[in-house]
């Protein structure tokens, strides 16, 4: 399979642990976002990449949340502390930006589960 | 501010009959819209996009700018189009993030 592929799947934790989660993108595609969805909402943005560049943030994007994409390739999502609040399914999505828009392909998320 | 509505959330008709999933947006500006659709238990994937005016399963859909909406039809539904479809915009420049509505649970009755 050469789509977006994101691990864990599924990540069950306690209330103020810390967890990671890591997304590999479409082989070559230089843009990777990281959105949120919640039960019976549409994904959220977080944030995005271009490349190594993290370049814009949502405002949803606590200090608790960091990202990184070291060598334009893969990416990782932590959440510090984690709170009941972060529970949703996280999003990883990429794409190859040629011309003036670009499509992207997502991945099958990571469930989190705080309790 | 960028907004997508999707005013239902469930929608649910017999099989060979006509479906429209309505979407209304506001942006300041030109965006791109999007239908993707989510069938159970598979990723969410890109059904159409304005720009390419395509027909995509029997679906299409139309900007419209006066109204600002992008509605989803298909003459003739089929029991495989059940599935979860959202609606979404992006910039034409930058970062062009999507912006999801809620998302309209389509249900085809046999």
């Known amino acids: 399979d050469t789509g977006v592929s994101q691990d864990p799947r599924h990540k069950i934790t306690k209330r103020g642990q810390n967890v990671t989660f890591r997304c590999d993108p479409i082989?070559?595609?230089?843009?990777l976002y990281w959105y949120r969805q919640t039960l019976g909402q549409g994904p959220e943005f977080l944030t995005y990449?271009?490349?190594?560049?993290?370049?814009?943030k949502s405002r949803l994007l606590s200090d608790r949340f960091s990202a990184e994409r070291p060598k334009g390739s893969f990416s990782t999502l932590e959440i510090q502390r984690t709170e009941q609040g972060d529970s949703a399914m996280y999003l990883c999505?990429?794409?190859?930006?040629?011309?003036?828009?670009?499509?992207?392909?997502f991945g099958p998320g990571t469930r989190l589960t705080v309790l | 501010a960028q907004r997508v509505t999707q005013p239902e959330k469930l929608l649910s008709v017999f099989k060979g009959a006509p479906v429209e999933l309505k979407c209304n947006y506001s942006?300041?500006?030109?965006?791109?819209l999007f239908w993707y659709v989510q069938y159970s238990r598979q990723r969410l994937q890109l059904l159409l996009r304005?720009?390419s005016r395509e027909s995509i399963k029997g679906f299409t859909a139309d900007l419209n700018k006066g109204e600002t909406s992008f509605h989803l039809k298909k003459p003739f539904a089929q029991e495989e189009d059940s599935a979860m479809y959202y609606c979404?915009?992006?910039?034409?420049?930058?970062?062009?993030?999507?912006?999801f509505g809620q998302g309209t649970r389509l249900t085809i009755n046999p």
């Open positions: 990449f271009q490349n190594e560049a993290q370049l814009e």
């Open positions: 942006y300041s500006g030109s965006p791109e």
């Open positions: 082989s070559e595609h230089n843009r």
């Open positions: 304005h720009i």
């Open positions: 979404a915009l992006s910039g034409l420049q930058g970062a062009q993030k999507l912006v």
């Open positions: 999505a990429s794409s190859l930006r040629v011309t003036s828009t670009d499509t992207q392909y």
